[in-house]
């Protein structure tokens, strides 16, 4: 199976779309709100959905804490 800039499965977002997703955070903090209700908006945007039932998607498994993007993967 191919694998995205990640070294994931395709099934998790690219570089480019994790961009954006943090910038869409940022812009949600600037406007009022939690950074995750942009993030989390963005990537659902786009065809992702976070799945709690999936192993970590972190580039070092877990092993420094979670990145936001752990486990979003292609709904």
């Given at each position: 199976m191919s694998t995205n800039n990640n070294r994931h499965p395709k099934l998790?977002?690219?570089q480019e779309l994790?961009?954006?997703?943090f910038a869409a955070g940022?812009?949600?903090i600037d406007d009022g709100y939690t950074f995750y209700t942009g993030f989390d908006?963005?990537?659902?945007?786009?065809?992702y959905a976070k799945r709690d039932?999936?192993?970590c998607t972190c580039?070092?498994?877990g092993f420094h804490g979670h990145m936001p993007?752990?486990?979003w993967v292609k709904a």
């Open positions: 998790t977002p690219t994790l961009r954006a997703a940022f812009q949600s908006s963005c990537l659902e945007n786009n065809g039932d999936i192993d580039s070092d498994h993007e752990c486990r």
